[in-house]
């Protein structure tokens, strides 16, 4: 039955855009809330994880947006105690990582998660720098960022006492293989709206 | 010379729209062989069976097509109206118009272009059908009963009430099944033993049946009226004869530490033992595998004390075979245990137990005689936390299923805590409640507004132990996912109902089809309840899916109300639309070769060999032979034949590519 | 038995004790441990936060580098590396058309024929020779301290009670360790948060400290750098929110094994931690000051 007129373009739901960056269905959570139940930083969550779930089950626009802008994203530690004890094998640190980088990717993070977001930053900078991570590079990048400057300062004299701190970085030998896989691991991932999308 | 009559309905609208029924009649008028054809608005309506009643007789008709609905709807219909008019029902065919036409196209000229050559095939397949007589089969009318639960009880009373014999092969020592171990049923909280017992006896007590304890299905062999049933009734080490049930050997057995079944492995018994006191029959059985005569050839004070000396250690298991009509399988459930739970301790807190161990604590003929008490220290618990859900509605941990009965008797057990417990608290987690029967919303209202039993919407992460507490890690959805914590002294988790662990080898044994959860398959879900697709076998209660006690009565009576409607002919009337091999004059005496490929190959063991011998008695040949009153008429044995021996009655070889060159 | 060994960041810094206990007891169980030339970070939680295909490529040069060398087995001692090193391999064996573009990513051939270890898979092997050479028998009660990663995911991870494992306590007793039952063994500590949310760290790592001294557990025993840094750096902190001190060390499963047969505390690199390990006073003294410095 052709009538010359174009099929109306298909927007993909979020359920579906899930499904495609994950493989995971969220209408598989029938929301018992087993995960909060057991999720270490629930309490401190501003929705816990099957809330969050929640969200993005119910597909409406504004939702949506709370998810990405949620402090819980960032709080997760992916410790993957929901998705042991999930009933219905749903992968939540999966889609967990997915909000986090739609999030980031489109500038929606919780201000209260910066400092959280800015540690990652800091220690894949190091890495994109010299393939290893120089953690006294990664505390002073993060100092930076941050603003909080005096943080486990009373540590730093002690760890440089027992040897666990380098001043020198570890390095790779090939430094130019790491940035290029930087490279093209940002571009695989850039929107057209993105902000400081490279790691 | 054939004399078909062809009667075209356009079914209202259903094939009237999309079909030209007149053109298809008209078409029809013309084809070889066809004498008769008209169309008509119903043709199962009473006039449309008149219009062919009255064709056959006018036209002297050698056979009918209707052009119509599926045969799965009006085939009966319209074979009866034939044989009313005095042709065979067999030599009435139908074209499905319908499902197969009107149904699934557009309206289009194409449409009823299809119509007609459906038609068409119809015809040439009625010119070759042959008319065909029921298949009589004698029925034996004894039922067996398999389980001796609330299910087979009420299935065996019903039967041998309506005046039949009934066999009822119970596994255990005592019947009364699960049913004996719950202390008070919902939705009335009346004493479960009290309800059943009278049953148990009445069972015990009636002439028509014959009681199986401690006994098993061995094999099942035959068909619907005309099954072989072997029991194996196991060694119960005493003479059912000369012992009075007085319980001496019970009381002086040494070996006293057996953890005890009936109830749920909270207490104990010892190794000659009868499982509760109102056991029917109440004779004891000796458990071998911990009686310290059979492992080390010592003891015997069983026998010392037994004063009708009704004790036979030397017993073995006895094989009866029985002759029966129809069986119907009630063989009931089991529960997980705890050990099912890695997050709630892998089944090591004593204290963290199952609904069906709670329902023995709370059971006066339980281990605490009624009293609720911790596992591990015999205290009375000040807060119980009851888990909804353990095991069920869990693709994770296996089963999809709803156990459907978990909601009902977790209100219960909080209910019956707190009438036993005034100021004790109870704490339960669910996801939903599930309380769909007759007064049962009214009952879990009662467990929250009178009893105060606290609900908590959300599920429990994990239980630890600390100092003699059980901490229980869960949340309240209602309150904005809250994490809830609570410190317990008794866990009870609703696990989940699972069919008996060798349900999947009786299945085999009897040839009956079960599903992916292993529970056992009615022949349809929503209209064939209690039959299964194996003809003369009836199925009722939790073997079949979860389900309260007042569906499994319902079900069990079901089951026996087809018994009953079985036996009430003295011989069973089935269709011939069964496979024959061939027979011819001898020396051949059949085109078979005796090759069997037929007989590995039906589904049904419907083929056995013949042995066709001379006047000695010298065995000339072995052919198949196809019993008819097992063959259900599928067709493997023909399409596999490879002498093409075998043909299927009423869909012949010749019948099959007539349809097809019509075609 | 050669093993390849990937040791990751931390323990060339922060958890510098655990290489060292690793590589001196190495010899003594006969493991050659072969580290994998030119590896880099695996990416750590950062990496799979905020970027999918990084995630993947960072963990991937090294498993590919370990594969061309010819390795059967990778050793992965912190656990953290071990899950985005196993998690990679299992994605990328998964999904044709990701590994294809993962392997373009990081210019290497990869298959996926090396298999990722862990610690605790290495040792558990070697059960008899610890039981064997055991010349002085940790005999104290411990705690084993799981965390996240040696059980979870169940896909990844061979412990085979994931709620409840038993797998280090073996390797414990092997060494003549009395291992203590208790309710934290796979209770997350923390993590990724150590820097940026000390208090949630202090928290959680706090829960966990404290259930082991209350079940009269001697010291802690871990197989991951992170978890150390949290039960141990982290200890001022989990001491001033909880308001109460906790004197019993966090040992390295590596560092028990290694104090069982023999070798020196030193060696070990039990200087390094933060709280001290001092055993046999460890139950009753309260939370010694600041040692003296020692020289690295």
Same mark, same amino acid.
């Not at chain 3, 309710?183 to 923390?190: D, I, N, P, S, T």
């Given at each position: 039955m052709s009538s010359g007129a174009p099929a109306a373009q298909h927007v993909p739901s979020l359920p579906e855009r899930v499904r495609a960056a994950?493989?995971?269905?969220?209408?598989?959570?029938?929301?018992?809330?087993k995960c909060a139940a057991g999720c270490p930083l629930a309490a401190e969550m501003d929705y816990t994880p099957n809330q969050i779930l929640r969200l993005l089950q119910l597909d409406l626009p504004a939702m949506e947006d709370e998810a990405l802008r949620a402090l819980s994203i960032w709080l997760c530690?992916?410790?993957e105690t929901c998705a042991a004890r999930c009933p219905q094998e749903v992968d939540l640190p999966k889609i967990m990582d997915y909000l986090r980088q739609e999030s980031r990717r489109r500038g929606l993070v919780h201000p209260k998660a910066r400092d959280i977001l800015a540690f990652y930053e800091s220690l894949l900078a190091s890495v994109r720098k010299g393939?290893?991570?120089?953690e006294v590079g990664l505390v002073a990048s993060y100092k930076l960022k941050t603003?909080?400057?005096?943080?486990?300062v009373l540590l730093t004299p002690r760890l440089l006492q027992r040897g666990k701190l380098s001043l020198r970085p570890h390095t790779v030998a090939d430094k130019d293989a790491v940035r290029r896989i930087f490279e093209r691991c940002n571009a695989a991932a850039a929107a057209p709206e993105h902000k400081a999308d490279h790691a | 010379m054939p004399r078909i009559g062809v009667f075209i309905c356009h079914c209202g609208e259903n094939i009237g729209a999309t079909v030209d029924a007149a053109a298809v009649a008209k078409a029809a008028?013309?084809?070889?062989?066809?004498v008769h054809a008209v169309d008509y608005k119903?043709?199962?309506?009473d006039p449309g069976q008149n219009l062919i009643k009255e064709a056959i007789r006018e036209k002297r008709l050698t056979g009918v097509v209707v052009g119509a609905c599926s045969p799965r709807m009006h085939e009966p219909t319209f074979r009866r109206a034939c044989a009313e008019a005095g042709?065979?029902?067999?030599?009435c065919e139908m074209a499905n118009?319908?499902?197969?036409c009107s149904w699934v196209h557009?309206?289009?000229?194409e449409t009823t272009e299809k119509a007609i050559d459906l038609v068409r095939v119809m015809v040439e397949k009625v010119k070759r059908n042959r008319p065909l007589l029921p298949i009589n089969v004698p029925i034996t009318k004894t039922a067996l009963v398999l389980g001796g639960g609330i299910a087979g009880i009420q299935a065996a009373l019903d039967i041998a009430n309506a005046g039949h014999p009934v066999i009822l092969v119970e596994?255990?020592?005592?019947?009364?099944?699960?049913m004996a171990q719950l202390s008070e049923t919902f939705?009335?909280?009346?004493c479960s033993q009290c309800i059943l017992t009278p049953r148990m006896v009445e069972v015990a007590q009636h002439p028509n049946i014959r009681l199986y304890t401690y006994s098993e299905l061995e094999s099942l062999e035959g068909f619907i009226g005309n099954f072989k049933a072997v029991i194996r009734k196991k060694a119960?080490?005493?003479?059912e004869t000369t012992?009075?049930?007085?319980?001496a050997c019970i009381q002086k057995c040494?070996?006293?530490k057996i953890p005890s079944e009936f109830n749920a492995r909270l207490g104990h018994r010892t190794?000659?033992?009868?499982?509760?006191?109102?056991?029917?029959?109440n004779k004891p059985v000796i458990d071998r595998a911990h009686c310290t005569y059979y492992r080390?050839?010592?003891?015997?004070l069983c026998e010392r004390v037994c004063p009708t000396k009704?004790?036979?250690?030397?017993q073995e298991d006895l094989l009866v075979e029985v002759a029966v009509g129809a069986v119907v399988v009630a063989t009931g459930y089991e529960v997980k245990g705890t050990d099912f739970f890695p997050e709630y301790g892998y089944g090591r807190y004593?204290?963290?137990?199952t609904g069906l161990q709670f329902e023995r604590l709370a059971s006066a003929s339980g281990p605490t005689l009624g009293a609720i008490r911790r596992?591990?220290?015999g205290k009375e618990p000040e807060t119980v936390v009851f888990i909804a859900c353990a095991g069920s509605r869990d693709p994770a941990k296996g089963l999809h299923y709803c156990s459907k009965i978990c909601c009902m008797y977790t209100a219960k057990h909080a209910m019956l805590y707190k009438h036993k417990v005034h100021h004790g608290r109870a704490f339960v987690f669910y996801m939903d409640i599930r309380a769909?029967?007759?007064?049962y919303e009214e009952f879990v209202r009662r467990a929250i507004e009178?009893?105060?039993v606290s609900y908590i919407r959300g599920r429990v992460s994990r239980i630890y132990e600390k100092n003699g507490k059980l901490i229980v890690k869960g949340v309240d959805t209602l309150l904005n996912s809250r994490p809830v914590e609570i410190e317990a002294d008794l866990v009870v988790l609703a696990t989940a109902m699972v069919p008996q662990p060798d349900a999947e080898a009786l299945a085999q044994k009897m040839k009956i089809s079960y599903d992916g959860d292993r529970f056992f398959n009615e022949?349809?879900?929503?209209?064939?309840?209690?039959?299964?697709?194996?003809?003369g076998i009836f199925v009722a209660g939790a073997c079949q899916a979860p389900k309260d006690i007042p569906e499994t009565v319902a079900q069990a009576s079901g089951a026996a109300s087809k018994v009953i409607g079985l036996f009430s002919k003295d011989e069973l009337s089935r269709e011939p639309v069964v496979a024959v091999v061939n027979r011819t004059a001898p020396?051949?005496?059949?085109?078979?070769?005796?090759?069997?490929l037929c007989e590995t190959a039906c589904p049904y063991r419907a083929i056995e060999r013949e042995e066709i011998k001379d006047r000695n008695g010298n065995v000339l040949k072995t052919v198949a032979w196809i019993n008819q009153g097992v063959?259900?008429?599928?067709?493997t044995c023909v399409a596999l034949c490879r002498s093409k021996s075998i043909d299927l009655q009423g869909f012949t070889n010749e019948q099959v590519f007539a349809e097809l060159v019509a075609l | 038995m050669k093993l390849g060994y990937f040791p990751g960041c931390?323990?060339?810094?922060?958890a510098r004790e655990y290489k060292e206990s690793l590589q001196a007891i190495a010899p003594l169980l006969d493991l050659e441990l072969c580290e994998v030339a030119d590896w880099n970070c695996c990416g750590a939680t950062a990496a799979h936060s905020v970027n999918r295909k990084l995630a993947l490529a960072l963990p991937a040069r090294t498993l590919a580098l370990a594969e061309r060398a010819g390795f059967d087995e990778l050793l992965v001692p912190c656990s953290a590396c071990f899950s985005r090193l196993a998690a990679t391999r299992r994605d990328l064996l998964a999904d044709e058309s990701l590994r294809q573009e993962i392997t373009s990513i990081i210019e290497l051939d990869y298959v996926g024929s090396t298999k990722v270890v862990s610690v605790v898979d290495v040792l558990s092997r070697a059960l008899p020779t610890v039981r064997a050479k055991t010349?002085?028998?940790?005999a104290h009660k411990v705690a084993c301290y799981y965390g996240?990663? @040696?059980?979870?995911p169940a896909s990844l991870t061979?412990?085979?009670?994931?709620?409840?494992?038993q797998e280090m306590e073996a390797i414990a007793a092997a060494a003549g360790a009395t291992p203590v039952d208790w309710?934290?063994?796979?209770?997350?500590?923390?993590a990724a948060l150590s820097v940026s949310r000390t208090a949630t760290v202090a928290e959680l790592a706090g829960r966990i400290v404290a259930d082991a001294a209350e079940r009269g557990a001697e010291a802690l025993v871990v197989a991951c750098p992170l978890c150390h840094t949290n039960l141990d750096l982290r200890r001022p902190a989990i001491e001033r929110h909880r308001g109460a001190s906790y004197a019993l060390p966090v040992l390295y499963i590596t560092q028990l094994v290694g104090l069982a047969l023999g070798l020196a505390g030193r060696t070990l690199g039990?200087?390094?931690?933060?709280?001290?390990?001092? @055993?046999?006073?460890?139950?009753?003294?309260p939370a010694a000051p600041a040692a003296a410095p020692k020289e690295n």
């Open positions: 994950t493989g995971e269905t969220v209408f598989q959570c029938y929301q018992c809330g530690l992916t410790c393939g290893r991570l120089h603003g909080h400057l005096f943080q486990d | 008028a013309e084809l070889p062989g066809v119903y043709m199962c309506s042709l065979n029902p067999f030599l118009l319908r499902e197969h557009e309206k289009l000229p596994r255990e020592a005592s019947i009364g099944g699960h939705p009335t909280l009346d119960r080490g005493i003479d012992c009075t049930g007085c319980g040494p070996t006293k190794a000659i033992y009868v499982p509760f006191p109102q056991a029917v029959p080390t050839g010592k003891c015997k009704a004790l036979r250690y030397d004593p204290d963290v137990i596992p591990s220290d769909g029967g007759k007064m009178e009893d105060h022949a349809h879900p929503k209209l064939r309840p209690v039959e299964m697709n194996t003809a020396p051949m005496f059949s085109t078979c070769v005796g090759c069997f063959c259900q008429g599928c067709g | 931390s323990l060339e810094s922060s010349i002085a028998p940790f996240c990663y @040696l059980t979870r061979t412990c085979v009670r994931p709620e409840d494992p309710a934290f063994k796979v209770e997350c500590c923390g039990l200087h390094r931690h933060h709280v001290p390990v001092r @055993l046999a006073a460890c139950a009753a003294a």
